[in-house]
């Protein structure tokens, strides 16, 4: 069964860091563009982190650009996101995605993803 699982969700004060994990199981990431996704409520869901399957080359919103960092570790089968300077509008269900054969640009801009994850909750708050 093919599967992304997020994990490392939580309650976080502001100012604060988290890490969130996303493995996969049923297919092997390496050869897909991995994303990082979030839809807070009442706003439409946005990409906040893309990168390749080849070249690791990313691409971020100017909204969490320098604060957020995605990464991946092929060996484990599992694509990391590292929120710093966490604030409270960074509250949200975040989701991770994969995608065959779209750009880092393209996924997180338009969204592609051919499998999607459950998502897990990140909620910054005093």
């Known amino acids: 069964q093919l599967q992304l699982v997020e994990s490392g969700g939580g309650l976080v004060q502001p100012g604060g860091s988290l890490t969130l994990s996303c493995a996969a199981s049923?297919?092997?990431?390496?050869?897909?563009?991995m994303g990082w996704f979030r839809q807070a409520p009442g706003k439409e869901r946005e990409g906040v982190a893309c990168?390749?399957?080849?070249?690791?080359?990313?691409w971020s919103p100017d909204s969490v650009k320098g604060r957020f960092t995605i990464s991946r570790d092929n060996a484990k089968n599992t694509v990391y996101l590292q929120m710093n300077s966490l604030k409270p509008e960074d509250t949200a269900v975040y989701y991770c995605?994969?995608?065959?054969?779209?750009?880092?640009?393209?996924?997180?801009?338009?969204?592609?993803?051919?499998?999607w994850g459950q998502g897990t909750l990140v909620t910054v708050s005093e």
């Open positions: 995605a994969a995608d065959h054969s779209a750009t880092v640009q393209a996924m997180c801009i338009l969204q592609w993803g051919d499998y």
């Open positions: 049923g297919f092997t990431l390496s050869t897909y563009t």
């Open positions: 990168i390749s399957s080849n070249n690791g080359s990313t």
